[in-house]
């Protein structure tokens, strides 16, 4: 996807996934943590699924109470 296009939830899996990754690494450097996963957690997998897979994307905003 070209920078100049927004992306709309219905269409975040259409965003590459070494851009989602690459992103993901800013944030993790941005925020000064530990390589991005510590003690079970791993942002990077979250950021990955939450893009690109539907269903759990809808069950990570229903526990975070958002709406669709």
Same mark, same amino acid.
């Given at each position: 996807?070209?920078?100049?296009?927004l992306?709309?939830?219905?269409?975040?899996?259409?965003?590459?996934? #070494?851009?989602?990754?690459?992103?993901?690494?800013?944030?993790?450097?941005?925020?000064?943590?530990?390589?991005?996963?510590?003690?079970?957690?791993?942002?990077?997998?979250?950021?990955?699924?939450?893009?690109? #897979?539907? #269903?759990?994307?809808?069950?990570?905003?229903?526990?975070?109470?958002?709406?669709?």
């Open positions: 996807m070209g920078k100049s296009q992306i709309h939830n219905n269409e975040f899996h259409l965003i590459n996934k #070494d851009e989602i990754r690459k992103a993901t690494g800013k944030l993790v450097e941005s925020l000064n943590l530990a390589a991005g996963s510590t003690e079970g957690f791993d942002i990077y997998k979250v950021v990955d699924i939450y893009f690109t #897979d539907l #269903d759990k994307r809808q069950k990570i905003n229903s526990l975070l109470e958002i709406g669709e």
